[in-house]
């Protein structure tokens, strides 16, 4: 017996993927930046000489930190060296296409002059728009801009958790209300906005909330036309997020990749997806130390390809020092993938998931609207000798390496749908490069 749907009201409106110009563009990214900025960056991961075993971001909800004293940290925030330019233009050098900022993280500080609430930048000793700074800078290098936004919010008086009394409801009702002037504000003040990027919406309270959510968006889609939207707004009816009772994705990409990627092409479901990545194990706000491993620019770049290849887009996050600048692990990240994309952006811009998974040398992409098929390699045999499986019924019609075209490699086709490409002899690869072939379709 197949399993009949159920009939939803606030459930999926759309089965499958976009196929606008808009969503196009975005699956052609490939590469972005997160950036998380606030009043957390002033604490630096720490309290009273103690360390945060936590995301900096978080240490509002840490014990030792008395919320008065969190919340009165708005009158330091006073980032004397906040350069949107060069923000943008290190972002720009590292070849990210599009840039997800923080306009008001779970603590409910706002980064931009809101006029509903006071709790925003323009009160704070710097005074002025850091999201209008960030929009101009970013758009100006040509990167597109979406807005990080918190449901959840801490400082508000009328956020609840879950909605167990009348009085939950009322006042639930009037932050449903807050929540949709801000957003409609942001939308209006920075109608260069591409999309928004929605968190803090766990929480039973939102869940109970489907029917607005579902309004919600489509209000915000109606003031920026393409507007997109990920899966982690809205909840069908029945409190279901990401997926509907019926398992269709809400939302115009999948937003549970967080700090992971799918192993499989299976595991993406069929749907667009981003995976957002600390460069630290965890921790997306400054703090003074970063605790366990920090990933290297061969890691990063390791995982935009692996991404990319799965047909989804990977973001790296940043988050500033209170001052406005970076530290100096991350601009070190930044440039050196920004060295590798200049090289080998052919295989990440406008790619997608090439109907083969990873191999043992390496991950392939193909680019969109096109049969060209790379191959970026990253583990290159005692022999140098790839040995290459192609999909079904494709073999190989020429190999050359991206860097040198006109270097043909020699290969040698096997009795099923596999071949050896063989490196040129000599070449000591420093870095991960990529192979570029033409496929033949056998009939
Ligand atoms: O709690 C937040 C966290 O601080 C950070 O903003 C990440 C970014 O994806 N989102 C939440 C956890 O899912």
New binding site residues.
């Given amino acids: 017996t197949t399993k009949q749907p159920v009939a939803l009201k606030h459930g999926a409106h759309r089965v499958g993927k976009r196929t606008d110009a808009d969503m196009a563009k975005w699956r052609s990214y490939g590469l972005g930046q997160?950036i998380?900025w606030g009043l957390y960056s002033i604490l630096e991961g720490k309290y009273n000489g103690k360390y945060y075993n936590g995301?900096a971001?978080?240490i509002r909800s840490w014990k030792e930190v008395p919320h008065a004293e969190y919340d009165s940290l708005y009158k330091q925030f006073n980032p004397e060296n906040f350069n949107p330019t060069q923000w943008a233009k290190m972002a720009k050098q590292m070849g990210v296409k599009y840039v997800t900022f923080t306009t008001k993280?779970?603590d409910g500080f706002c980064l931009w002059p809101s006029q509903y609430t006071q709790y925003t930048v323009a009160n704070s000793p710097y005074k002025k728009d850091i999201v209008k700074q960030v929009v101009d800078a970013y758009t100006k290098e040509g990167i597109d801009v979406y807005l990080y936004f918190s449901v959840m919010d801490w400082s508000h008086p009328d956020w609840r958790t879950d909605l167990k009394t009348k009085e939950d409801s009322v006042a639930f009702d009037r932050f449903k209300l807050f929540t949709k002037n801000q957003l409609t504000e942001l939308l209006k003040m920075y109608p260069q906005t591409k999309g928004l990027w929605f968190?803090?919406t766990w929480d039973t309270s939102w869940k109970k909330s489907g029917a607005f959510s579902d309004s919600l968006e489509q209000h915000l889609k109606s003031l920026i036309p393409g507007l997109i939207i990920g899966s982690r707004l809205r909840a069908d009816e029945f409190g279901n997020r990401h997926n509907d009772a019926n398992g269709v994705l809400m939302g115009d990409y999948e937003q549970g990749w967080?700090r992971k990627i799918p192993k499989t092409y299976a595991d993406v479901h069929g749907n667009d997806w981003d995976c957002?990545m600390t460069i630290p194990e965890n921790g997306?706000g400054y703090a003074e130390k970063w605790l366990g491993h920090w990933k290297t620019s061969y890691e990063c770049i390791e995982m935009t390809t692996q991404c990319v290849s799965l047909g989804g887009n990977f973001v790296l996050n940043f988050g500033p020092k209170a001052d406005g600048t970076f530290r100096p692990e991350e601009i070190t990240v930044a440039k050196e993938m920004g060295d590798w994309m200049k090289v080998n952006n052919a295989a990440i811009y406008d790619c997608e998931y090439a109907n083969c998974e990873k191999q043992d040398w390496g991950y392939f992409t193909k680019k969109q609207n096109d049969d060209k098929i790379y191959m970026v390699v990253f583990n290159v045999p005692i022999n140098g000798s790839l040995k290459v499986k192609l999909p079904k019924n494709t073999s190989i019609g020429k190999a050359s390496l991206l860097q040198a075209p006109s270097t043909v490699l020699s290969t040698e086709q096997l009795d099923y749908n596999a071949s050896y490409i063989q490196l040129p002899k000599g070449m000591k690869p420093t870095s991960p490069f990529v192979i570029v072939i033409d496929t033949k379709q056998q009939s």
Wanted: glycine residues 8%.
């Fill in positions: 997160f998380h995301a971001e978080w993280h779970h968190d803090g967080e957002v997306w």
